[in-house]
């Protein structure tokens, strides 16, 4: 995955990834249009699709809403690389299928407007305007397969069905 | 190795004997919860999967807090797909009128007993662990997947136990000590982390001052707050539990990832400024600033209880609050306003010029019910002062106790809860 660089600061927290005012709808794209607008009110006029967000510390803090991972992706944002994430965050991410990645140095040394490409398989982040290489925190296994099957759902579906069959 | 209390519930609900911080575990789930917000993705979720039922229809709760009484047309809709779910599927469904804000009204209820692992799809889970009950709050995919088939993945958090020493004085109550320790140890302190809280100064607590510190274990990044259960829960829980309950203690020999230790005794009144519930100053620091404010919002999951009620009521009575000022109280659970009501508190509260409201969630997530505008400045008993949270990006929330707010309200800016109660 490749794409522009969208930088956040730290503890952003998921009333500011999506208010809880615009929790009335489980549309991934409309959910999008109050995507970030706390922290960066272009953040929408100015994303792509396949683009990266980048943030420091604790990224997702705050309310469990499924919206938050959900409105980033409904944005076209392919990936997110933060300093940390909030565990609900981090999960529900995982349980989506949002690349969630965790990289300090990434974090600090990408800037605004940057070019970035993912190697997901092997955590690779490549910055192309600066020419430098990340490694992120590689996934554990057992959430690799998670992401690999597309998210829990269909994880969960095709352990339902192994276990109807045997 | 001996086990702390988090690691005991998992390991019983896991059927291992031992577990250990960082095992991955499939765990399985005594309850699991959804609200108007979190319902409506896991549904779609749950019909994702292909399953018919619910693994125990007893077991799953649906509760409508956030937006309910719908605010407009989006939210009852969201409100009508949860019902209907609710009634199809046969789950336990609590209806307006008889519902309230769900981590006051489950416990009440009796559907949260000790040694249960309790999954709710909403970050003040936690709020049950005081009574010794592993609570986590997960996303709506979690709580689809838990819904059918009663089990969730989980990785075993390590624990940090927090033992508070000493007496509270005067105006503190467990709001403080949770503020203050959030202060101490960052929003991002216990991420990932099981709080253990106990001590001295908790053993006097009743269970509505014990929720509030569990409650707030999620600003700290917890994953879980607990407590160990005494025989306080004992009597909270004896004459309302719907299931079996088993009370499980931490190992002498436990081994935990940090400790920390407070003088009880030496907290003040703690009030966490904007735009952090770590951003903690003493009550004593922020009187001398001088803050006016708009509004003061008795409510939320953290704070509205029927002895937060009382105390609030107490500074209340036979005053009026500032002019200029709205003050707006909302009892947790239609339960707590009934009992509020035959206590005389609501009269108390509309006597002084408050706002009472039905119980919801309301401003503390700028629902409804008291949003703010851009600039207002509003001091609240709830848990998140985010910006935006309640309202506007520009807006201002001061999180406190409940007789501070209620002096607020009276004064008409933050003062010390001597200055108004004397």
Partial sequence: MKGKAHKFGDHVDTDQIIPAAY??????????????????????????????????????????????????????VSCVIAKSFARIFFRN?????????????????????????????????????????FTAKPFEPFMMDIIEAGGLVEYTKKKLAAKAAS | ??????????????????????????????????????????????????????????????????????????????????????HKMGIVWYEL???GIEHILLPWKGHVVPGDLYCGADSHTPTCGAL??????????????????????????ATMRLIYHGKMQNWTRSKDLILHTIGEIGTDGATYMAMQFEGEALKDMSMDARFTMTNMAAEAGGKTGLMIPDEVTIEYVTPRAQHEWTVYKPDPDAVYEKTFEFDASTIEPTVAMPYSPGNTKTISEVAKENIEI??????????????????????????????NIRCIVIPATQDIFKEALKEGLIQVFTDSGCQVSAATCGPCLGGHYGVLAEGERCVSTSNRNFPGRMGHPKA????????????????????????VAR
């Avoid at chain 1, 974090?107 to 910055?127: F, H, M, S």
């Avoid at chain 2, 201002?396 to 200055?419: F, K, M, Q, S, W």
Wanted: hydrophobic share 45%.
């Fill in chain 2, 132 to 157: 010794g009950a592993f609570s986590c709050g997960m996303g709506s995919t979690d709580i689809a997947v838990a819904m059918a088939t009663g089990e969730v993945w989980m990785k075993v958090p």
């Fill in chain 1, 23 to 76: 929790l009335v709808t489980t549309d991934p794209k409309e959910l999008a249009i109050h995507c970030m607008e706390t922290p960066d009110p272009d953040f929408m006029k100015r994303v792509k699709d396949g683009d990266v967000m980048i943030a420091g510390i604790d990224f997702g803090c705050g309310s469990s809403r499924e919206h938050a991972p959900i409105a980033i992706m409904g944005a076209g």
């Fill in chain 2, 294 to 323: 708009d509004q003061v919002f008795i409510g939320s999951c953290t704070n509205a209880r029927m002895e937060d009620l009382r105390e609030a009521a107490e500074i209340m009575r036979g005053r009026m609050i500032a002019p």
């Fill in chain 2, 396 to 419: 201002e929330a001061y999180l406190v106790n409940p007789p501070v707010a209620a002096a607020a309200a009276i004064a008409g800016r933050i003062v010390h809860p001597d200055e």
């Fill in chain 2, 97 to 99: 009128g008889q519902a």
């Fill in chain 1, 93 to 133: 991410s995982i349980n989506l299928g949002l690349p969630v990645l965790e990289s300090p140095e990434a974090a600090d040394a990408i800037e605004q407007g940057d070019e970035i490409d993912v190697d997901l398989a092997t955590g690779t982040i490549r910055n192309l305007t600066t020419e430098q290489t």
């Fill in chain 2, 1 to 86: 190795m001996g086990m702390t209390l988090a690691e005991k519930i998992l390991a019983a609900k896991c059927g291992k004997k031992e577990v250990s911080p960082g095992d991955l575990i499939n765990a399985k789930v005594d309850l699991v919860m959804a609200n108007d917000i979190t319902a409506p993705i896991a549904i779609r979720q749950f019909e994702k999967l292909g399953v018919k039922d619910v693994f125990d229809k007893s077991r799953v709760v649906f509760v409508p807090s956030h937006f309910m009484p719908p605010r407009d047309i989006a939210t009852a809709e969201q409100g009508k797909v949860m019902r209907e779910f609710a």
